[in-house]
């Protein structure tokens, strides 16, 4: 028996964007419809998750939601894995097996990357959308079957089509009920949003509340161009919780990447001004370099339980020379009493 998902459109980090909250609006319009959806965007957008939300808003919730990466599979083996096969149909076919739509049945199966589903399946889909019926591979008899088809395409398949390489007839099947994904680069007023949601779930998930996010760290999110998208601001987040060990998330709990926009394909473009929080002016090195010794001092604090000594031993330090960057940092609360005490009647002596 199938089990729906907990999942709600109310749970879903919407943003402040306008074009985002304009997709909720049309989501929320055509889920009671059986018509078929295309999402496109990016890599790391979103999509599945749209079409998940589309589902679980639908009469079809209580019924199976069936994702399927159509670029993870090759040319001979998508088949199978959409229409299913019989016994014998291959070399290793010794049982009969049901594909992702026999699944799906009384769902919503949603075929992501079918910008890359090659010409001979594209015939076979065009057949599913237009009978409701599938065929498995070494079978004969047709199989009805009842699902919401979901895509989602990472490129334009209107350029694709002039291009000869995706069935016309196929892409206006397609292209019932269209949604565009923005990427995160072009809805920055989402960042801040986006970046919260995801801190506090990884660091609830720790078992800790979410910490003080410092501005230069925030500041570095909004002019970072997150070529990944959502799903790497995810990740970004992700690694922060797992690896931030002070009370507040500096620029050494930030990838390096992120920091100096260090993706691989040359400087980031500058984000327009009125898509920036007003944080500060900018990122000086200064600030980047007074955070970064603020996180390692904290660490080593931390590790050490508080004792200077030991703490500028891990850091390769004199003792007092770490004295003199703990209070320039503002860290003494970091240091234990039994070694503020040792200091103290050391300067008395």
């Not at 074009?19 to 049309?26: I, L, S, T």
């Not at 030991?310 to 070694?339: H, M, P, Y």
Request: aromatic share 6%; glycine share 8%; charged share 25%.
């Amino acid at each position: 028996m199938y089990t729906p998902q907990v999942f709600s459109m109310d749970g879903v980090v919407v943003g402040q964007s306008a074009r985002m909250r304009a997709v909720f609006d049309f989501v929320r319009v055509i889920s009671d419809s059986h018509s078929t959806v295309i999402v496109t965007g990016e890599s790391g957008t979103g999509k599945e998750v749209i079409a998940n939300v589309i589902h679980q808003a639908s009469p079809r919730r209580h019924h199976p939601f069936v994702p399927v990466s159509c670029a993870l599979f090759s040319d001979t083996l998508i088949e199978t894995e959409l229409f299913g096969h019989e016994r014998g149909a291959f070399t290793g076919a010794i049982k009969d097996r049901p594909g992702r739509f026999e699944l799906a049945q009384g769902g919503t199966i949603f075929l992501d990357d079918i910008d890359d589903v090659p010409s001979s399946v594209q015939v076979k889909l065009l057949r599913v959308l237009q009978n409701r019926t599938i065929e498995r591979v070494g079978g004969t008899r047709t199989i009805p079957v009842d699902v919401r088809v979901i895509t989602g395409a990472k490129r334009d398949l209107k350029q694709l089509v002039a291009e000869g390489r995706f069935r016309e007839d196929l892409y206006y099947r397609l292209n019932v009920l269209p949604i565009v994904l923005p990427p995160l680069r072009e809805r920055r007023e989402d960042i801040p949003v986006l970046m919260e949601h995801f801190l506090r779930r990884f660091f609830r998930a720790r078992g800790e509340d979410m910490p003080e996010i410092a501005p230069v760290v925030r500041q570095a999110f909004l002019q970072y161009p997150w070529p990944g998208n959502v799903r790497e601001l995810e990740n970004a987040c992700e690694r922060i919780a797992q690896t931030c060990q002070c009370g507040t998330v500096r620029v050494g709990c930030v990838a390096s990447s992120v920091l100096f926009q260090g993706d691989g394909r040359g400087p980031a473009e500058a984000p327009a001004e009125e898509d920036l929080a007003p944080v500060s002016s900018g990122l000086s090195l200064d600030e980047r370099l007074r955070e970064v010794e603020a996180n390692l001092i904290s660490w080593a604090l931390r590790m050490s339980t508080g004792n200077k000594s030991r703490a500028a031993e891990l850091l390769q330090i004199k003792r007092s020379t770490l004295g003199d960057r703990i209070n320039r940092c503002g860290l003494g609360k970091l240091v234990t009493d039994g070694e503020a005490d040792t200091v103290a009647a050391g300067s008395l002596s």
